[in-house]
């Protein structure tokens, strides 16, 4: 499936699921907040081109274009804060903010770069409900990398 084909497909899926009998009525779509729908679709293609570099280095490989590894993690977190500067109030931007951990304490083993992250976020977004509610906790997360990193030093 070529890229173009797999975002006109990303655009037309419904976001709320409840079951497969459900799986595209209007109903169920209609329950869906709008800025959270098209921050979804937005994030959705983000993630496609960030692992489009990943498909063309490794065509074969058609289970790991799926998954963490191939994002590129050079990019990802200057790409996940812009998008939560487009849509701080959205529930979506808890994915974008698993990306900046995995990208930043996982892949590349920079966790103090994530807590730096999380700390400007929560002071240039002070009213966001989401990001009030989630970011301690990925900063919890970042601080126990980082201290787990110093005590194996």
């Known amino acids: 499936m070529t890229f173009a084909r797999y975002k006109s497909e990303v655009l037309e899926q419904p976001l709320y699921i409840e079951n497969e ?27 496609i081109d960030l692992k489009a570099a990943y498909e063309k280095r490794n065509p074969k490989d058609l289970d790991g274009y799926m998954s963490e590894k191939a994002l590129d993690v050079k990019r990802v977190p ?24 995995y990208s930043l304490c996982d892949a590349q083993n920079k966790a103090t ?19 009030k509610e989630y970011l301690p906790q990925y900063k919890e997360r970042a601080a126990a990398k980082l201290s787990s990193k110093v005590a194996m030093l």
Do not use: C
């Open 78 to 101: 200057q790409t996940m804060q812009e998008f939560i500067a487009k849509y701080p109030n959205s529930f979506v931007v808890t994915t974008a903010l698993a990306h900046i951990e």
């Open 113 to 131: 770069q994530a807590i730096q992250i999380y700390d400007k976020l929560a002071a240039k977004y002070p009213n966001s409900e989401v990001l």
């Open 21 to 47: 009998k459900t799986f595209g009525d209007s109903a169920v779509v209609a329950k869906v907040d709008p800025s959270d729908r098209q921050a979804w679709q937005h994030l959705v293609l983000l993630e």
